[in-house]
Structures are given as C-alpha cells and as structure tokens.
C-alpha cells in the first residue's frame, strides 16, 4: 500500500466515523412546515456590513410558498454554538432551524437526514461485504482444500451466482417478502441478501489460491506433521489471500453502498421515513425537482465521495508495465 | 470445426440454458405474489373470472408446467398489469433496452480500450495519471449517480432532453428519427456506459501488461521492434482475449446498471418494465422479464466464451 | 431616405411580432365558456393536430366494460351519449336526443333523437340503438361497470321506442338527477355488436386485439390506429353531427394524438419541452409548478387554474368484518379513534408542505370545488393535540410506560399501517406527514407504497389496516355517486357491498341519501346530503384532509380550451378544441 492511499484511508476512516458518530442537529424525520425545499443555509464569517464575526448564519424567511423562495433575514445573525443539545453545531433561533444542507420536500433537514442514512447504507453494506467475505473465504478455502466432488458442486454455484443478473434476483427476492418491515428487520434481510449475491467472487479467489499454497512446500509439509486441515488454512493458508481480500473488500464495499442505494431508491429496500441515501434519493430524480434543489442530491454526492474513498484507498494499485517497456513510446 | 471446440460450444449452450431455465422458474415461483386486479372498484367476480382465465387460481406446480409448456412456444402468458401479452411487452421494451445496452457498450469499449492501453503500457506522466485518476472517478460514479447528475446537469443547461424515451411521430423521416433518437439517447448512453468504460480500461490495462510481460515481447524488444508497434500490434491483440471474456460479465453489468438508469432517465425498456411489474405484483410479466433478462445473458455469455474459445484453443480443452 | 424607409420597416416588424407575441402570450380565462365557434376576428380554427399524453392504456374498446380513465376518454372522443352534462357550466345539454320532455312526475321522459345522424360507416343512428345499447348495459353476461351507476331506485331504467325518433324512459322511482343518470352511457352501433350481445360473446367484443377496424361509434372521432404501448391516434370523424355556432362542421381538429406515457417524471419531462399539448390527467405536481411557472413566463406554454379538484384523497379504515380479527380491533375499529386521528392531524401542514401551499383544508367528501353541493361541515375537533389524546384514551390507548407513546389496555403499542399509492409523490408525501404527525399524538405508523392493482387486491381481500387513495367520480352531483354513499356501493371503501347495513348510522346514510335522490327541490336534496355528510363527519370511516387547487397546462398551440375541474380537464370537450396550425 502506498504512503498516498494509507492517507486516503486514514482520512476516509476518520471522516467516516465523524459523519456516523456524530449527534445530529435534528431528528431525521422532524419537518418543519415552512422549510420544504428550503435552501442550504451557509455558515459565514463576514456579515453584511464587512465585519468579520463569530461563524454565524442569517435565518431563512419564506418568500413564495410554491415557488419555494425564501431570502436571509440579514438583520438578524445567529451564532453557531458548540455543543448544544448534544449538537455538534447548532443556530437555531426562533425564526427556524438551521438547515446546513437544506430542506427537503417534507421541510425535513437534508443534513441530518445524510448523516442518519450514512449509518443505515454504510452499515448494511460494511456488514454486507464483511459476511460475504467470510462465507467466500470459508467456501473458497473448503473447496480449495478438499478438492474433488465439493469442490465442483461448490464452484458450480459460485459460477451461477456469478452470471445472475444480480439486480433482478435481489430484487424478486425482496418482492416475495412481507410489505411491513421495520427497518431493523430490512437491515439484516438486506444484509443477508448481499453477502449471499458477493460470495462467489472472493470464494473463487481464495479457493485458486489455496490450491496453489497447497501444493507448496510448507503445506506439504505441515500435512505430513500431521498438522489437522482447519490448522493448515488458518496459520498457513489463510495469510496468503490477505492481499486478494483486501482488493475484494474494494469491490464489495462499493457495490453494496450502491446496491443499497438502488434497492432503497426503487422502493425495495429501506422505507420512507427511514432515511437511507437510497430513499433519499427518491426525491432527487426528477428533473423538474433537481433543477430547483439540486441539494436534494447530496446523497449522490456522498455515495460517490465514499465509492472513491474505497477505490483509492484499498484498491488494486496500478503495477505499471514491465520494465522491458520503455516509457514515452509514441 | 475442431470436434473439441463443438463439445466445448455444445456444453456452453447447455449451461446457458440451464441458466435461463432456473432464473425464469425461480422468478416464476418468487414473484408468485398475490396478483393484482384490474381497474379499482371492478366487481370481485369479474376479478375471479379473470384469474381463472389466466390460470391464477391453480396449484402451483400446475401452474408452473402450464407456464413452462407455453414458455417454449415463446407464450409468456398475459400482464395482469398492461392487459397484454407479456411477450409482446418484452419485444417492444427489449428493443430499447438493447439499443441503449450496445450503445453503452460501444462507449464503454470506444473509451475504455485507449485508456487500458495507455495506462497499462506506459509507468508514468501526465496522461497516464490523469488517465488512471479519470478511471477511478469514473468507477466511483455509478450508473444511478452518474444518471442522476446528467439529470441535473441536462435540466441545468436545457443542450440535451432530460430523460424520457423519443416520440417519433409515425410521419417522421428516416434522418429525422435517428437524430432525435440519438439526442434522447444521449445521457442514458453516458450514464450507464461511462462507469462501463472505467472497468473495461482496468481489464484493458491489466491485459496489456500481461502480455507485455510475456518473454516474446521482451524478445521482440531486444530485437529492436519499436515501442509502440510492439503494444499496438502484438501485445494488443494478446490481450483481447481476456477482455473479450470479460463482456460476458460486463452485459451482466449492463442489465443491472440498465435498470438504475431506465427508472431514473424514464428510458422504457426491460428494466424498467420489471420494476413496474414488481410495483404491480404482476406475476407473468415479472417472470417474463426475469426470463428475457437471462437470455440476454446467456447469449452474452456464450458469445464471449465462444469467441474466446476462437481465439484462445487452449480453453475448449481447459474447461 | 432609405435608411428612414428600413427604420421604418424593422419598426413595423418588430410591431408585428411584439402584437403575434401578445396574442399568443394572451393568458386563458379558466372559466369562461366560449360558445362554441370562433369569436369574429380570430382566424379559422378548423384544422390542425394535437399531441397529449395519457398515463394508461384501454384494456378494451368496450367502454360498458371498462371503468378506467383511458376507457372514460375514449368513449368521450369516439362516441356520443343522449344528453350531455356540460362539465363546466354544470347544466344537461341536449346531444344525440335534440329534447326532451318529462311527464309522471318525473318517472318518464320522452327524447327526440336528432335525425340525420349516421355512424362512420354510413348506417343511420335510430332509436333501436338506443334500446339495444341499454340492452347490452343491463345484460346480466355484460356485467357492465356503468349499469349499476344507471338504476333508479335500485332498478334498471326501462326503454320503449315507439318510432325510428323517439325513446321513452322510464323511471322506477323519480330521481332528482334525471336524465343525468345515463350521461355516461355510449349509443353503441346495434348492427355491428347485435350477434355478439345475442351469442353472449358482448365482453370479448372490442378487444384490443382485434384491432381498431371493428369499432364505431357517434363522437367527433375515430380510432384510426394504436401501437400498443405508444400512442393512440384519433382522426376527425367526417360524420359527427354537430356544428359550431358559425355552422362549420366540427371537430376542428383533424387528427388528436394520445401519446401513453405511464411514467408521471416522463410526462412532465415531455410536457415542458414541448412535445406535448396537454396532459389528460392532467394535474401539474406541486414540485413541477416552479418549473412550468416559469416557461409560462418565458411563452412557451400555458397555465390554467382549474379550481379546487373534486376529487379528493382520502384515508379510510378498516370496517370490514371480513377482516381477520386482531387484538387491535378493540381500538382500531373505535370511532373515538378514528376522531382522535383526524383530529391530531394539522391540515395547514400538510397544505403547505405536500401541495406547498396550493390546496385547501377539508374534512369531508365534497370539496368547495363542488360549488352546489358543498356544505362547509367540519367535525367537533379540527385540529386540537390534547383532544386528540382524549379521544384516543376514550378508545382505550394511554401512554402506559411514559415514554410519550401510546399502547393499549394490554400495553402493546399503538401501531398500524397505511397502504398508499407507490409512485404517487403527493399521496406519499402526504402519508409521511401524517406518519410524523401521529408519531406525535403518540401512534407509530408504518407505511407501505403498493402498485394501485396490488392496493386494490389487499383492499378487496380486506386485508389492509388504513388505506390513503383517491378515486375519480366525474360526476359532481352526489345522487350520482351512490357507490360511494350506499352501505351496498362498490366505492363504500371502509366496508364496501354490505347485504344489509351493518352499523345503524350507516343505515341512516342509507335512507338520508335515498331519500335524497328521490328529492326534486335543490334545497331539499342539498339539506339532506349536509346531513349525510354530518354524520360522516361524526363517524369519520373515512377522513379527508386536503383538497389541492388544480393548474393545468396546455402548450401555447391550444385554442377553446373550457378546463372543467374533472378529469380529463379539456378532452370532456374535445370536439370544440382547435389547435393554431
């Protein structure tokens, strides 16, 4: 791993936890009446007349209702306070609440809502990936250990797994499941519909692997020592695929954070109120809307800043070619 | 043909009926939801006789042959939802979806095959790194992302329809349909063939590098060969084999990519379709499109592995 | 000199094109009913296409069969009624019958037919086509959508036709809606359907699938083709009966394109880049208006305010003793509750956010879009939090562990479910708001979005706790939605086809709403239907909440648009629409 994205990591990580842990500034599904499509209210510095203050806000006053304009109040800045109510920042006055990221078409805060559904979508996905990695390393390493009969029956559903429109069978999958769920219970269902449909490809991996380590020396060897076979994958196999799961773990998360998201979105996965970036990207998919509130989008903005995060962090580094090539070739 | 390359295409043809046989059974089973009725209000014996006509009211398995028979005659049955038959929904929808699926496709290799070379026969400079870091933005930005901000992006400036499938009127002349198509085509093709070409310029670059590595090309090196004849002849047509193999995943890909970007760009083909047949509880016409969905697969798939069993003789043998 | 001359040319010009800008830009008048015809002065309006989009398809031609929007248009565009009522005004026109007299105290009516009138295929229109289509309505292998809209103190109308011009109809009992009862009912072609009513084959008749050929019909136009999935397209009926004021045939339009687009986004899309005239259903959304607002200023299309809607949503509970029980019955099914729930909601928050500001508060079925009918009524609680909790303690639920939520007498919390309409924003979003807003009187819901076929089947299997939907009536007249009123009505959604009625306020709606459509006063009628709607307000099986302002928008090609506040808003008169060429 370079120096370059062991710091995308550590950053990605950090701001990860930040936007997970952190104590929202309302409650996700509180609307305020006269906030829809409110826009996002920007910390400043400086106020009207020059002056350089405290981080304050100047509160939003609706204009036009349907039309949805709304201007600043700027005779009245509100500071940002530090920890309030358990809010990391927080302004509201009595005109109305603080919106950093705006409303959305309920009057529902975009940020708090982002920062809720972060801990949903990452989440699912994070676990997602995580149980897909342990049933392909476990298969992977069975089929590759043991050969023979298992091993093909084993390979034979990684190869159908593989070609399955993935997208089509989760989403039959869901279908037939009950219309009521909490989201507790659609967490996991989705969960476990993911690892399912992301096992195959580290299993594949991990099984040629295996196969390979098997037959060198020290496995051999430790089989001859009478060493049992649980033993041989663990110390001695296992640690050979690190590398391969870390470049699996690039991939599955990514995908399942868009999963995720394009489950929700069509209305498979998480519910409306739940605040899944998936959900909440139902409202940010028609033109007019997006036009008017392109803030609405944020969530897209979030999946894709975490999709690369992952991509450059864990990702497979570009080798280059072989030395042999020369550079500048023309 | 060699006899080992027809047992080889033989047993691909098989495994990718197989393949259609359990996607389109499993959906049938699956989606055997409840199924809806007609307009709301209808009297419920009318709903009844409707079911009965449809054969919704049998046992399962009884059901499950009666569809079977009438799927190999190409007889899906009839949406509960459209009124239809569902094959004739599917042939006009799969006609849209696989417009937009190769119109991708052609993007996705047209960009991605330059930028696999470049980056993979080349250490550094400026156009590799902004090559890879283009790559990588690009593999961050999903089909639903990616047509959600062409959305924006087309509402915002107005150069380009926002979504929504052509209306050619009937009179249109031939140029005249095919610019517009192309115009509407626009940002779905974008959206679902740009993250497309990212995945294709990673095979792409890791292909190239294979080959490159091969002691042949170090030879040719030694002998002299020009740099960039040596990439573009001879690495080059080396490394389409494992591209090419790839396609098969990357129609996979397409479909289920396809099917963020119909919902969200209003593009009416297979994917969306299907999304309205689960909406609807429409059992025969979810069913149908699972169907479709994995024929167009296993046509993929056996395409790439035929060509690549063309191109590569060692694999009929290794498979 | 000649510097002076062009001056003055590109002045006359741009002269011209400010005035052509002007007339185009010159905004509607919702509610003026021009006759129709052009005033004197304004160009031609005969010719011309125009392209609107429909969100359904017809599954058959057959409109005695089929209850959708796409059937209801399609007969409007291709067949004609008796007498018709005049969407905007109101008032019961003469149309295929030219007049009418009443004798029996309304128990008979004696209709001229016009003479001269002649299907497409050239065989004139006769009295035996009337008595054969209300044949075919009553048929009892038909089971016709609109035959049970059609009774008259519960039995089917009866028709004499004494010659080739005159029909009789006669009245079980009189009925203060006349003959508005049969504005519904298509003259169908007897020569062309005769062998299929008598081989009981009626309801295969008109399929889809045999094609647009067979089907005829008496309205301004013909079905002249369908590509399944695309578009329908209507060519000028050469043969329609009536003419404008100035004596020119009509339709004006020579061809109408109804392009089907199921997708709401897809339509909006459509409509703002112009590819559309006008939309059928066509509503603009509350997140859209900003957008059309400001094509309407920049020229490119139109807007009309339609009025308040008609047609309201609504959120009804589960009634039905079908139901499987359930240990929340003891409180679901308490009319406490149900008052408790409509009083816990803030009408103005879901005005504001949902339909951002363009809708108007209600609380029962008639909206004050219906100006005759409605009566103003509200329920003893509006909107009052802590009554709301009493009432809600009446039917048993308390916050028994402190926590600010409500459970029942055996301390499970207070949860239900509403279904609603997936894919509809403004039903979802108004299901939100009353999820967070209950969430506050103490109750958790829990939403769920379902297809309307899949809501329907769970709605007729009674399987449901709370339903939000909305249904059409295109009537405004009360007496003719029975359906809704009547314990035994189809569109009785809380408990629908009742043998008997099953609680005793609904058998005083029952007889309050009889008695109602045997009234012949107006006042009468609207006294007793304020009362019916009374006692609605104090069972509340169903709860209204808001009624959205309707703005409809038409491209600036549009001529003779009358918007009447039903749907379809402009193709109820589609043979007066003309379009600038």
């Given amino acids: ?330 | ?319 | 000199m000649a510097r002076t001359v062009r001056t003055l040319l590109i002045c006359l010009g741009l002269a011209a094109l400010a005035g052509g800008y002007l007339l185009i830009r010159r905004p509607m008048s919702p509610t003026a009913d021009h006759a129709a015809g052009p005033a004197a002065g304004d160009p031609p309006l005969r010719g011309g296409t125009l392209t609107v989009s429909l969100r359904s398809e017809p599954g058959t031609y057959n409109r005695l069969i089929d209850q959708s929007a796409a059937g209801e248009l399609l007969s409007l565009l291709t067949q004609a009624p008796l007498v018709r009522v005049n969407r905007v005004t109101d008032t019961l026109e003469p149309w295929l019958a030219e007049s009418w007299t009443t004798t029996d105290a309304g128990r008979t009516y004696m209709l001229r037919l016009r003479q001269g009138i002649t299907f497409p295929d050239g065989t004139p229109f006769t009295s035996a086509d009337v008595a054969f289509s209300f044949a075919a309505l009553y048929d009892p292998r038909v089971n016709a959508v609109l035959a049970h809209d059609t009774y008259a103190g519960g039995k089917p109308l009866t028709i004499e036709t004494p010659d080739p011009f005159t029909v009789v109809v006669r009245l079980a009992v009189p009925v203060a809606a006349g003959l508005r009862l049969i504005d519904s009912v298509p003259m169908l072609p007897k020569h062309r359907l005769q062998a299929a009513l008598d081989a009981g084959t009626f309801r295969d008749a008109w399929a889809v699938a045999s094609g647009v050929k067979g089907i005829s019909g008496l309205g301004p136009f013909e079905l002249t083709g369908h590509s399944a999935g695309q578009r329908m397209i209507f060519a000028r009926n050469p043969r329609y009966w009536r003419r404008d004021a100035s004596g020119s045939a009509l339709p004006y339009l020579d061809t109408l394109t109804v392009v089907v687009l199921g997708d709401q986004n897809a339509e909006a899309l459509q409509m703002q880049q112009g590819a559309l005239d006008a939309m059928v259903n066509g509503e603009i959304r509350p997140e859209d208006v900003v957008a059309f607002r400001r094509l309407a200023a920049q020229g490119s299309l139109r807007l009309v305010e339609a009025g308040v809607s008609l047609d309201p949503n609504l959120l009804w509970f589960n009634l039905s003793p079908s139901r499987r029980a359930d240990p929340r019955d003891a409180w679901l099914r308490h009319r406490s509750f149900r008052q408790g729930v409509s009083c816990a909601i803030d009408r103005d928050a879901v005005v504001n956010t949902v339909h951002l500001g363009a809708a108007v508060p209600i609380y029962g079925p008639v909206t004050p879009g219906n100006k005759t009918w409605y009566s103003g009524g509200r329920p003893a609680c509006t909107y009052d939090a802590a009554r709301a909790r009493a009432l809600f303690a009446e039917a048993g639920l308390t916050d028994r562990t402190g926590d600010g939520m409500l459970e029942d007498a055996a301390g499970a919390p207070a949860r239900f479910s509403i279904v609603t309409h997936q894919g509809h924003t403004v039903r979802q979003r108004t299901v939100s708001v009353l999820q967070e807003q209950l969430r506050l009187a103490g109750l958790t819901v829990d939403v769920t979005g379902l297809d309307p076929g899949a809501l329907f089947e769970r709605w007729s299997r009674a399987d449901y706790d709370a339903i939000y939907f909305g249904v059409q009536a295109s009537a405004t007249d009360p007496a003719l939605n029975p359906q809704f009123w009547l314990s035994s009505g189809n569109f009785h959604f809380w408990n629908p086809r009742q043998p008997s009625p099953s609680t005793e306020w609904e058998g005083r709606l029952d007889d309050l709403f009889r008695q109602q459509a045997g009234a012949t006063s107006l006042p009468a009628r609207q006294r007793l239907m304020a009362d019916a709607e009374r006692i609605l307000l104090e069972e509340l099986p169903a709860i209204y909440f808001v009624a959205p302002k309707v703005t409809l928008a038409t491209s600036t090609r549009v001529r003779n648009a009358r918007p009447a506040p039903q749907i379809p808003q402009l193709l109820w008169a589609a043979d007066t629409l003309a379009a600038v060429r």
């Avoid at chain 2, 959206?191 to 294709?200: E, R, T, W």
């Avoid at chain 2, 593009?267 to 024929?295: F, H, I, K, N, P």
């Fill in chain 2, 1 to 319: 043909m060699a006899p080992g390359l027809i047992r080889y295409v033989a047993r691909r043809a098989g495994s990718a009926a197989v393949l259609v046989l359990v996607v389109s059974s499993a959906a049938l089973i699956l989606s055997r939801a409840a199924p809806p009725a007609d307009a709301f209000g209808t009297d419920p014996a009318v709903l009844a006789a409707d079911r009965h006509r449809l054969g919704l009211d049998r046992p399962l398995p009884e059901q499950y042959l009666a569809w079977l028979w009438r799927a190999a005659r190409l007889d899906f049955g009839e949406s509960l939802h459209f009124h239809r038959p569902v094959s004739a929904l599917i042939r006009e929808r799969a006609g849209n979806t696989a417009l937009l699926g190769l119109s991708a496709l052609l993007v996705a290799t047209l960009l991605g095959l330059p930028m696999g070379i470049l980056t993979g026969s080349r250490r550094n400079g400026p156009a590799v790194a902004a090559t890879r870091t283009l790559s990588v933005a690009l593999l961050s930005v999903p089909p639903l992302i990616m047509s959600l901000l062409l959305l924006l992006l087309a509402a915002r400036t107005g150069w380009l329809p926002a979504g929504g499938l052509p209306d050619i009127p009937p009179d249109a002349g031939w140029t005249g349909s095919v610019l517009t198509t192309m115009r509407y085509l626009v940002l779905p093709t974008l959206a679902l063939g740009l993250p497309m070409a990212a995945s294709i310029e990673r095979i792409q670059s890791d292909a190239i590098r294979t080959a490159l590595a091969e002691p042949c090309m170090a030879a040719a090196a030694a002998r002299g060969v020009p740099a960039h004849r040596i990439v573009w002849r001879h690495a080059l047509r080396l490394s389409l084999g494992p591209v090419l193999a790839i396609y098969g995943i990357i129609i996979g890909a397409a479909l289920s990519g396809s099917f963020a970007v119909e919902v969200v760009l209003s593009w009416s083909g297979l994917g969306q379709l299907m999304y309205q047949a689960l909406q609807a509880r429409d059992t025969y016409l979810a069913t149908g499109c699972a169907a479709a969905g994995a024929v167009c697969l296993a046509i993929g798939i056996f395409v790439t592995d035929v060509a690549a069993a063309l191109l590569d003789p060692r694999l009929e043998r290794a498979v």
């Fill in chain 1, 1 to 330: 791993m370079t120096r370059l994205s062991r710091g995308a990591l550590g950053l990605a990580t950090a701001a990860l936890t930040l936007l997970v842990a952190a104590p929202t500034p309302h409650t996700a599904g509180q609307q305020f009446a006269d906030f829809s499509y409110a826009p996002p209210m920007r910390p400043r510095v400086i106020d009207a007349e020059g002056h350089w203050r405290w981080p304050f806000i100047y509160p939003l006053r609706l204009v036009d209702r349907i039309e949805h304009r709304f201007v600043e109040d700027r005779t009245r800045p509100v500071s940002l306070r530090w920890w309030r109510d358990g809010a990391v920042l927080s302004a509201d006055s009595p005109e109305g609440p603080w919106l950093p990221l705006g409303g959305d078409p309920l009057g529902r805060d975009v940020f708090s809502r982002l920062l809720k559904g972060a801990r949903l979508s990452l989440g699912v996905s994070a676990v997602a990936a995580a149980g897909a990695l342990l049933l392909g390393t476990v298969l992977g390493a069975l089929a590759g250990f043991h050969g023979g009969r298992l091993d093909r029956i084993l390979m034979r559903a990684a190869d159908f797994v593989l070609v399955l429109p993935a997208i089509y069978v989760v989403i039959v999958l869901r279908a037939t499941l009950p219309l009521v769920l909490s989201t507790a219970q659609i967490f996991w269902t989705l969960t476990a519909v993911l690892a399912l449909a992301g096992w195959p490809q580290p299993a594949r991996g991990v099984r040629a692997i295996v196969r390979s380590e098997r037959r060198q020396e020290y496995a051999e060897a430790a089989v001859a020592s009478g060493a049992g076979w649980w033993r041989i994958l663990h110390r001695h196999l296992l640690p050979a695929t690190a590398g391969f799961l870390r470049v699996q773990v690039s991939l599955l998360l990514p995908a399942f954070i868009l999963a995720e998201a394009t489950l929700s979105f069509v209305g498979f996965g998480f519910a409306e109120p739940t605040p899944s970036w998936g959900v909440m990207l139902q409202d940010a998919a028609q033109a007019g809307v997006i036009l008017e509130a392109p803030w609405l989008a944020a969530p897209a903005l979030a999946i894709a800043l975490c999709v690369f995060a992952v991509h450059s962090a864990l990702g497979r580094a570009y080798p280059g070619p072989p030395s042999h090539v020369r550079d500048k070739t023309s």
